[in-house]
């Protein structure tokens, strides 16, 4: 039961850049691996990028170099910093928490926040 939401998203001009936040509502954020996922419309959701609970990243090819994801335990926060923004990078941005427990596996989405480059 992990309530996350997101913030940051707008509307900014290409070669922007934009930080976008989500905020897990458990204290037992520090044990999920987070990741960030975009939809644009007509397209499938895709996996932008991803961090485990010890501190590996990976990133989906058309970000890299441009994109970083962190997370701040203390404060059950997970960020997207985007640099060099462009008119492709246009989608819903959504926050993802994942934990395997045995063998059960647990999945929380948040509500997504619009990310929109255009001139």
């Known amino acids: 039961q992990v309530q996350l939401v997101e913030s940051g998203g707008g509307l900014v001009q290409p070669g922007g850049s934009l930080r976008l936040s989500c905020a897990a509502s458990?204290?037992?954020?520090?044990?999920?691996?987070m990741g960030w996922y975009r939809q644009a419309p007509g397209k499938q959701r895709e996996l932008v990028a991803s961090?485990?609970?010890?501190?590996?990243?990976n990133y989906a090819e058309p970000v890299k170099g441009r994109f970083t994801i962190s997370r701040d335990n203390a404060k059950n926060t997970v960020y997207l910093q985007m640099y060099g923004l462009k008119p492709e990078d246009t989608a819903i941005y959504y926050c993802?928490?994942?934990?395997?427990?045995?063998?059960?596996?647990?999945?929380?989405w948040g509500q997504g926040t619009q990310v929109t480059v255009s001139s």
């Open positions: 993802n928490a994942a934990v395997v427990v045995g063998t059960s596996g647990y999945e929380y």
């Open positions: 458990r204290s037992i954020f520090s044990l999920y691996a």
């Open positions: 961090i485990t609970s010890g501190g590996s990243t």
